[in-house]
């Protein structure tokens, strides 16, 4: 039991810290990329603070909300995402160390709807100020994520097909045991890696809250500590996906340390590929993702599907 | 008992609300109101009942059977619940409206119909009280008017078709079993062989597809869905199109039973995999072409067929864990697009008729509590974790990918992302952004209106986070089709299914939201402003129209306008267009010339004669 | 007797009611429809009649000269044709009665104009 | 016991004494065909109970059959009787004040004929007699068709004539033929020896007979005449054509076929013919905009439907016909007689101006949508319960061929249903056209409603309890296809 309560602790906090210091490192790379020093690491745990301490604007009570929908439901999907640890007994995970408080409820399915909570939150809080940017910024959000969602999902249901289970803990366990998803679904690993930056909003997908273009787009209306909770809510979305990379097609790890070394290696990768291309419309963005991405999954599930049928 | 006394109360209730119309509106009111409530109380009290008796016996030869049973009480109560709100709904939605006796009058006696169907034990009865329910609501859905007229006709016309399909299959059943009593072809069906079984089950597929609106038999739903009055909108996409999936449960599981039909397959397909992948189109199609639907109601119909292809594919499996997805998505369905119907219908009321999506904006303002009840309607069409929906639609993607079908869950999760977009599309542009300038004093719904959304509501929550509740009336339906009960918590599911434990999402989730508002609370409290006061790059902010609607998606419009049109709608209406071509040119054999006609007489002699001369007919 | 025997009086009859279903069938004109009709009339009468002739048979009366029924035309049809040709006589009545009314309405008995019903 | 022959004798004699009647008191004649029929309805009822048990045979002028002129009062006979009697009944009332204009005594006359003209089809146990009682229906038809005067209703009754005339012309060759072979004119005797005669010769007398009877039957193609008649004639007229007069047709080309040939094996022909006539009727009817002459074509539909339950030679599947006769007659007499009184209110026979006739006949609208529901086989009404049984005895013939064209009679039946819900809906749901919308705001008297309310009621009656006349119908069907028992019991021992 106080295991449990320390976990259910302990997990969001990792997000939180890690996902926080993932911005500040994402800042960091483009900087070095761009041949620029950069801000420090630990740049938007400042920002946060300050933005905290500042009085917001509020369109309405949903305008609030919304905010609070969107942190508090990707807090509660890190719950769902088990944080390295190794699974001896599959009935009850929680008991052999894997960092997954909430591990024994729906799995990955629950955790794809989860995910909805961020964008979703955003929408409706975002929605509720009468501002056409937010509007246009929310509309090319959903587009987008229906854009990388399609091969998204067939990534996953290639993996659960492979496995034949929903659960992530039993996807992890099956890695250590046989090898990871990588080299058993490696198409799936390339399609997932191609939409990275589409499912994490850095470039080329940046456009749903283009500064330049739609003044922020949902973020237009936000301030002082709703902006700092949006930020915040950035950080642990960008450590949700990555995590669920990690866990799906990299074995997830051993302990928490080598999952959270896995995890940089991950977005490192995906952040360095991406700071040197510049954003994209929305139009190019579905059509990529509905292209390569969605091709190479859709050939990845065929082959699974096959494999096992015969 | 039970359910004679259930159908005299529902059949009395509708044919005494007319007179009593001509009497005193406000007597006729009360009374339909309270004629539907006891209708719920009555079927609630039935609970956990069974039997069946003849209530007519000999009609052409035949008895008529009343039955009640838990697949029987579970539709029932779906049925009156929803027919109950929609007729408190009704009570101020079409007051000083024509024909308002009329309208009681016809929603009461589609209630009572569908009720007759589900308590039906013999497929005579079950048809005679389908055929009421068909054309009662062509009465209401030509009720509008206008176009509704067109709607109107195209939704008896095409259920026409499909009872003409149904009957031809049910007489089938009688001429090769002599009964029609489901009990006792239950347990004669297997005498004949599995062609004739299949021939059956297509010619009742037809009818049950047709009103259930199945992809390709749906064309006639998002005309007449958009058309009827609100209310009863909320009846036909909650209830009515259900009677379809009862339909099928009661004639795949209930009468010719699992070990046959999982037996009718040839070499590559199965009576149930076509079932399936016609579930799967109609999830996916539909639901993008609800994305594109810029009049609300028409939107939310396009919604219906998708979501009927969510429960179809989970009926098609044959398999429990997909059944119970099937009929526990069926109840959850009929609530909350029960209260989105409703909810638009509210909406329709106080801007006077306003259902389309880019003439709306801002009303969150006017009418909190009607947003509130949407929002949750519409969590819960997506299927978010702690509303009923998430349950049923987990269940179904369970299923599916349990049986090893990628493919198809990955129609049913794309689906769901259509709902979302759909979903935010109507949130978004009726209630959220801008409030216009004519809409600045509406008033907020009347309670009437108010209470039965937040019924619904309500309920998508409650069975959202204690979903065992609705699960235990599924278990034994289940169980009576010969499948394996799945064992449900009152919290979820355990381990040997799931897991799944919704109260402990629900903790964590209000945990998190606990924790985040205290964070809030500690930090300077915002400050309210006008919605004019928003962020225009510097130049004023217009008064009339600073509310993004127009072409909410249009990168996607763009990208799938070619794709997604209605094919079989274009496709039916082009064959009618040319059988009325046709009939128009066959006329002309009715030339006016009498030689003509004497000509036509003597060619018949002579064509009989030379008949006889030729084939030797006699 | 056969039907189809090389007979001359049904060659007869039924050549009057061919004639009367040509005129029918080919003549625009209403009269000369309805006098065709008439001709069908005839030959079916006159077909009646024949189908209870016999060659040389007397009329049916028991009289001095026929005392045995053998030798008598069969009387059946000649009371059936007495009906038959009232009832043409009231048809034609009644038909030429109809024309004098079309003729007023439409000043014409040309069946190709005469078609304000039709479809 | 009264003797069926009542049933013939007294009508035909207050048709006689109606002009008497009308010179002794200016209006008695208007009462004389109810006066009739009420007669021709009790004495029917009373009767049919004995005719269930065994078909009541009158003989005339002390001859025994096969010599005499004979009545056959079987159970088919009287049911259709009973029905002909009820019909003529409820259009004599609606009659009494809907004919107004012109000579009023002959229309009152002509109209006993007829229904007199059918009970002795219905009845009669003769050829030659069958042709008599039809010439007698067919006659006062084309006069009461033209009995309006205008150039519409001339013009139907002219043609209406030269194609009955035809028609009669074949029936009488027939009779002719028939003689030639067997020296007898009563249908029993000639059926007793049928099999005797070489099968070519026999077969076309038959198909004179067909052919000759049909024309009145209206079966495809010898139906051209229908469409005019029925909507060119008095409405009150146009529901006893519709109602009766063709059902006499039917009547008597199924005895020829049944009773007299024996001839079952030309029936899958006549199914096609049957199911073509079905089509044809509901094909033109749907793009009609002359709500007579819509309810015209939907007849020859109707009528489609009962030959082709009498095609398939089977005891479910003669009731079931005998079942859509009743069920027809019912609901399109109160459909032509509803319509009546709203085509003389708006003046105007297009669909469109029925429009909004909810609110300004609502009553008369209401049974006129209790009739289009029954005709288009919606449940509770009576035209569901005949649907029903026509498609159960196709399907228990368990022939491909039946099931086949019952799979094309539907599609009629929901192009049926797409007409006459459109009115349906045109009734309730349209505004009224622009003119005369409140001198039309007014019920039709009731010697009008009455008889609309009555078939409205029964409609809905014997569609709830289809037991009302399911007996007698077996009965009915049995007499029409048992042909040995129908020799035995006309013919004696």
């Not at chain 2, 199109?241 to 004639?251: A, E, N, T």
């Not at chain 2, 493919?407 to 759909?422: D, E, K, N, R, S």
Request: aromatic share 10%; charged share 10%; with cysteine.
């Amino acid at each position: 039991m106080v295991t449990r309560i320390i976990q259910l602790l302990l997990s969001p906090l990792i997000a939180l810290a890690v996902g926080v210091l993932f911005l500040g490192l994402s800042r960091k790379i483009i900087a070095r990329i761009h041949r620029r020093y950069g801000p420090p690491l630990y740049q938007p745990v400042i920002d946060v603070i300050r933005m905290m301490s500042q009085r917001s604007i509020s369109h309405g009570s949903l305008f609030e909300l919304g905010v609070v929908l969107a942190l508090a439901g990707s807090l509660v999907t890190v719950l769902f995402i088990p944080l390295g640890g190794t699974v001896i007994c599959r009935q009850n995970p929680l008991a052999h160390g894997v960092l997954c408080p909430l591990s024994s409820s729906g799995g990955l399915l629950v955790v794809m709807y989860l995910m909805l909570f961020g964008p979703l939150g955003l929408a409706l809080g975002a929605g509720d100020s009468a501002n056409p940017n937010a509007s246009i910024g929310v509309s090319r959000k959903l587009l987008l994520a229906l854009a990388y969602e399609v091969p998204f999902l067939l990534v996953i249901l290639a993996v659960m097909s492979h496995y034949r289970t929903i659960s992530i803990t039993e996807i992890v366990a099956r890695q250590q045991e046989s090898g990871w998803g990588v080299l058993s679904v490696p198409l799936s690993a390339v399609a997932a890696f191609l939409i990275l930056p589409a499912m994490l909003g850095i470039r080329p997908f940046d456009l749903v809250s283009a500064p330049q273009e739609i003044a922020s787009g949902p973020l237009a209306e936000y301030g002082g500590s709703y902006l700092a909770l949006l930020a915040v809510q950035k950080g642990v979305h960008l450590f949700v996906v990555i995590a669920l990379y990690v866990d799906l097609f990299l074995g997830g790890g051993v302990n928490l340390a080598t999952f959270l070394v896995k995890m940089l290696v991950v977005f490192v990768a995906a952040e360095m590929i991406a700071a040197v291309l510049p954003r994209i419309r929305i139009e190019s963005a579905v059509r990529f993702c509905w292209k390569w991405p969605t091709a190479l999954a859709l050939l990845q599930m065929a082959i699974t599907v096959l494999s096992k049928s015969v | 008992m039970g359910a004679g006394a259930i159908l005299t109360v529902a059949l009395a209730g509708a044919g005494l609300s007319y007179p009593l119309g001509l009497l005193s509106a406000k007597v006729r009111n009360v009374f339909a109101t309270a004629v539907s409530a006891l209708l719920v109380c009555l079927v609630a009290a039935a609970y956990g009942r069974s039997g069946e008796h003849v209530y007519y016996s000999g009609f052409l030869g035949l008895d008529l059977i009343l039955r009640t049973d838990a697949l029987a009480w579970f539709f029932a109560i779906t049925v009156s619940l929803v027919g109950c709100l929609s007729v408190v709904f009704s009570l101020r939605y079409v007051r000083g409206r024509e024909k308002v006796s009329f309208y009681y009058f016809a929603l009461l006696l589609v209630n009572a119909a569908m009720l007759g169907i589900v308590f039906s034990g013999d497929l005579l009865s079950f048809f005679i009280f389908w055929e009421v329910m068909s054309w009662a609501a062509y009465l209401l859905i030509s009720y509008n008017r206008g176009r509704a007229l067109y709607a109107g006709l195209k939704y008896i016309v095409m259920s026409i078709i499909g009872s003409c399909a149904m009957l031809v299959g049910l007489l089938s059943l009688y001429a090769a079993h002599d009964t029609l009593v489901i009990s006792e072809l239950a347990e004669r069906i297997g005498s004949r062989g599995t062609g004739f079984l299949l021939g059956v089950l297509v010619a009742f597929s037809i009818g049950f597809g047709i009103k259930s609106a199945m992809v390709p038999l749906h064309t006639w739903l998002p005309d007449a869905h958009s058309e009827a009055p609100s209310p009863f909108s909320a009846v036909l996409s909650g209830i009515l199109i259900k009677m379809g999936i009862y339909g099928f449960v009661l004639v795949m599981y209930a009468l010719v039973g699992l070990k046959l039909l999982l037996g009718l397959r040839g070499a590559w397909v199965s009576f149930n995999s076509v079932l399936c992948w016609l579930g799967a189109i109609g999830i996916l199609i539909p639901t993008f072409i609800a994305v594109l639907q810029t009049d609300a109601k028409r939107l939310l119909a396009w919604s219906s067929i998708g979501q009927i292809g969510y429960i179809i594919l989970g009926m098609g499996f044959a398999t429990s864990l997909g059944l119970t997805g099937a009929l526990f998505h069926t109840f959850n369905h009929a609530v909350f697009k029960a209260l989105l119907f409703l909810a638009v219908g509210a909406v329709e009321y106080r801007t006077g008729g306003v259902r389309d999506l880019n003439e709306l904006g801002g009303l969150i303002k006017r009418m909190p509590v009607t947003f509130a009840c949407a929002l949750v309607g519409g969590l819960g069409l997506i299927g978010v974790p702690l509303t009923s929906g998430f349950v049923s639609k987990w269940l179904i993607y369970k299923t599916l990918i349990a049986e090893g079908h990628p493919f198809l869950a990955l129609a049913a999760l794309v689906g769901t992302w259509g709902a979302i977009l759909y979903v935010y599309k109507l949130l978004h542009n009726m209630f959220l952004g801008q409030l216009p300038e004519k809409y600045a004093h509406l008033e907020a719904a009347p309670f009437t209106m108010r209470l039965p959304l937040v019924v619904c509501g309500s309920i998508i929550i409650l069975f959202g986070i204690l979903p065992g509740i609705p699960l235990g009336a599924v278990g034994p339906i289940v169980g009576s089709l010969g499948l394996e009960p799945v064992q449900a918590t009152l919290t979820g599911f355990g381990p040997q299914v799931g897991p799944l434990n919704m109260v402990s999402i629900f903790a964590a989730a209000a945990l998190a939201v606990l924790a985040v508002l205290l964070v809030l609370r500690a930090s300077a409290a915002p400050r309210r402003v006008a919605q004019e006061d928003s962020y225009a790059a510097g130049s004023p902010v217009p008064a009339g129209r600073y509310h993004h609607t127009v072409r909410f998606y249009d990168p996607l419009e763009g990208a799938t306008i070619g794709y997604l049109r209605d094919w079989a709608d274009e496709f039916y209406t082009r064959v009618a267009g040319g059988a009325r071509g046709g009939f128009d040119g066959l006329r002309r054999i009715y030339t006016g010339d009498v030689r003509n006609y004497v000509m036509y007489i003597v060619c018949l002699l002579a064509f009989l004669i030379f008949v006889q001369m030729v084939w030797h007919i006699w | 007797m056969s039907l189809l025997s090389p007979s001359i009086h049904y060659v007869g009859c039924f050549s009057l009611v061919l004639i009367g279903l040509y005129v029918v069938l080919v003549k625009p004109n209403l009269i000369k429809v309805i006098i065709g009709i008439n001709l069908m009339d005839t030959g079916v009468n006159l077909f009646l009649v024949t189908v209870g002739y016999i060659q040389g048979g007397t009329a049916p009366i028991f009289s001095e000269a026929a005392r045995q029924p053998e030798g008598m035309v069969d009387p059946v049809p000649q009371a059936l044709v007495l009906t038959a040709i009232v009832i043409g006589v009231s048809v034609l009545a009644l038909a030429l009665a109809l024309t004098i009314r079309v003729y007023g309405h439409y000043g014409t008995l040309d069946l190709r104009k005469i078609k304000g019903l039709r479809w | 016991m009264v003797s069926p022959i009542l049933l013939i004798a007294v009508p035909l004699g207050l048709a006689f004494i109606t002009p008497l009647l009308g010179l002794a008191r200016k209006g008695a004649p208007r009462y004389v065909p109810a006066v009739a029929m009420l007669f021709n309805l009790l004495v029917s009822v009373s009767l049919l109970p004995d005719a269930l048990r065994a078909p009541i045979v009158v003989r005339t002028a002390g001859w025994a059959p096969p010599f005499s002129i004979h009545l056959v009062a079987g159970p088919l006979g009287l049911l259709l009787s009973s029905l002909i009697a009820l019909i003529g009944l409820l259009v004599a009332v609606y009659g009494m004040d809907y004919i107004r204009e012109g000579a009023t005594t002959r229309y009152h006359v002509l109209s006993i004929l007829i229904l007199v003209g059918a009970t002795g089809v219905v009845l009669t146990g003769d050829v030659f007699n069958l042709f008599v009682f039809f010439e007698i229906l067919c006659i006062s038809s084309y006069a009461l068709v033209a009995y309006w005067g205008d150039s519409a209703s001339v013009e139907a009754g002219a043609k209406y004539l030269i194609q009955g005339a035809i028609g009669s012309s074949f029936v009488l060759i027939g009779i002719g033929l028939l003689y030639g072979a067997f020296g007898a004119l009563s249908m029993a005797d000639i059926a007793a020896n049928v099999s005797s005669v070489s099968s070519f010769r026999l077969f076309v007398s038959l198909a004179f007979l067909i052919t000759g009877f049909g024309v009145e039957a209206a079966v495809f193609p010898l139906n051209a005449w229908l469409p005019d008649a029925h909507s060119s004639a008095p409405s009150s007229i146009s529901a006893i054509l519709s109602g009766i007069a063709i059902k006499a047709g039917i009547y008597a080309v199924a005895r020829v076929v049944y009773t007299i040939y024996g001839a079952q094996s030309i029936l899958p022909f006549v199914a096609l013919l049957s199911v073509a006539t079905l089509l044809i009727g509901e094909m033109c009817a749907f793009s009609q905009n002359d709500i007579k002459r819509l309810l015209a074509y939907s007849s020859i539909g109707q009528m489609g439907l009962i030959v082709f339950g009498l095609a398939m030679a089977s005891a479910t599947g003669v009731s079931a016909a005998l079942f859509v006769v009743i069920s027809h007659a019912l609901a399109k007499a109160l459909l032509f007689l509803a319509s009546g009184y709203m085509i003389l209110r708006t003046g105007s026979r297009e669909v469109s101006s029925l429009n909004g006739m909810g609110t300004r006949m609502p009553l008369t609208s209401l049974c006129f949508t209790v009739g289009a529901f029954s005709l288009v086989g919606l449940p509770p009404f009576v035209g569901f319960a005949s649907k029903f049984m026509i498609v159960r005895a196709a399907l228990e013939t368990a022939d491909t061929f039946f099931v086949v064209l019952l799979a094309i009679a539907l599609i009629g039946t929901v192009i049926e249903g797409a007409y006459f819900l459109r009115i349906v809906q045109g009734l309730y749901f349209k505004p009224a056209p622009q003119q005369a919308r409140e001198e039309t705001r007014k019920e039709p008297p009731l010697s009008a409603l009455v008889p609309v309310g009555v078939l409205a009621a029964l409609i809905v009656a014997v569609g709830l309890y289809p037991g009302l006349v399911e007996r007698a119908l077996g009965a009915a069907a049995n007499d029409l296809l048992d042909r040995d028992s129908y020799v035995q019991n006309v013919m004696g021992d």
